[in-house]
């Protein structure tokens, strides 16, 4: 189980200090999908940032498996992030020069050496779970935008993370793509995987098992 308490996190640049989260909290069961919505500043992506451990609270606990994470060592931190933690955003952040398979394989690629044969096979798996078999010879720029966002979908799945966090995942799509991504995410979501989206579509949102309010940094 996923659990954050009491988060607090305010940005100051060039005198303007916002308090974008004020106490927060949140808990994500083993394959639980929760949505988290708000209006845009409210504080989501702030918060996705901060459970997904890519940002530092100043204050508050997140809790994994009966574990304090925020304290952890930075070299610990990051092997729970590369193993448990996928993460997704609005663009898909691909790297354009790679095929399809490439950047699902990015996980496990360390330097320049070159990545073992079951790993390969593994993102022909998870391509193939987001609908995209066959095509992870293609670079990005030769797939359409509801593909690209799979390509990253399946590149969080390689690791057989224990969550997925999207941050507006639907956000650049149109209405049918951004569609198909939903029923991808509520799939895997079927398949045990827990997932926690933030979105401003309430549509969106209600597909999820639970939907968490947020409003000028709070919980509501
Ligand atoms: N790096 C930053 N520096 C300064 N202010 C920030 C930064 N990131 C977010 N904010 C501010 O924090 C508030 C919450 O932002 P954010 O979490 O991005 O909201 P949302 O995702 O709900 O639109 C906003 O007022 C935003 O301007
Ligand atoms: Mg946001």
């Given at each position: 189980m996923l659990e954050a308490k009491n988060i607090i996190k305010t940005f100051r640049s060039e005198g303007v200090v916002t308090h974008?989260?004020?106490?927060v909290g949140i808990t994500v069961d083993p394959g639980e999908f929760v949505s988290i919505v708000g209006r845009s500043g409210s504080g989501k992506t702030t918060f996705l940032n901060i459970l997904s451990t890519l940002l530092a609270p100043d204050s508050g606990e997140i809790i994994y498996n009966g574990e304090d994470?925020?304290?952890?060592p930075p070299r610990r931190l990051n092997e729970l992030r590369h193993k448990d933690f996928a993460v997704v955003f609005?663009?898909?952040?691909?790297?354009?020069?790679?095929?399809a398979r490439e950047n699902v394989l990015l996980p496990y690629m360390k330097g320049l050496g070159r990545v073992p044969k079951d790993a390969r096979m593994r993102a022909d798996e998870c391509l193939e779970r987001v609908?995209?078999?066959?095509?992870?010879?293609?670079?990005p720029g030769h797939l359409s935008g509801g593909e690209q966002q799979r390509v990253a979908i399946a590149r969080a799945l390689v690791k057989k993370s224990w969550v997925l966090f999207a941050d507006e995942?639907?956000?650049?799509?149109?209405k049918a793509t951004g569609e198909s991504v939903m029923d991808l995410l509520v799939d895997l979501k079927n398949d045990g995987l827990s997932v926690v989206m933030v979105t401003h579509d309430d549509e969106y949102a209600a597909r999820a098992d639970r939907t968490v309010s947020m409003a000028d940094g709070r919980v509501i």
């Open positions: 974008a989260l004020d106490t994470i925020t304290s952890l609005q663009f898909h952040y691909l790297l354009p020069y790679l095929s609908g995209l078999g066959g095509k992870g010879s293609k670079i995942p639907t956000g650049n799509l149109d």
